[in-house]
């Protein structure tokens, strides 16, 4: 089985950064595509940001320029770099990512449990 695990979270002022880890666990073959999604209470889940395994990304139009996905694919791991934070950033962050296990022929989608983002005005 697959474990996503987020970490980085916490409590910033507006204007400062941030830097989400999420690392995938488990016998892994291959990771595919990875992304950063983030939730607000009573607002629809959000795309934020999504990394194929070469590297190319997406962001959502509004933290374009001041977020950055990576990923290391030998450690099976994604990160966001989160600048120039606004309060409209707060939410609960959570990593998905499209990843192919030992012995299987496909990808399947796995979800991390999240981590809260905090920007203060």
């Known amino acids: 089985q697959v474990q996503l695990v987020e970490s980085g979270g916490g409590l910033v002022q507006a204007g400062g950064s941030l830097s989400l880890s999420c690392a995938a666990s488990g016998t892994i073959f291959r990771t595919n595509v990875m992304a950063w999604y983030r939730q607000t209470p009573g607002k629809q889940r959000e795309l934020v940001a999504t990394?194929?395994?070469?590297?190319?990304?997406n962001y959502a139009d509004s933290v374009k320029g001041r977020f950055t996905i990576s990923r290391d694919n030998a450690k099976n791991t994604v990160y966001l770099q989160m600048n120039n934070l606004r309060p409209e950033d707060t939410g609960i962050y959570y990593c998905?990512?499209?990843?192919?296990?030992?012995?299987?022929?496909?990808?399947?989608?796995?979800w991390g449990q999240g981590t809260q983002v905090t920007v203060s005005s």
């Open positions: 990394i194929t395994r070469r590297s190319s990304t």
């Open positions: 998905a990512a499209n990843i192919q296990l030992m012995g299987r022929s496909r990808g399947d989608d796995y």
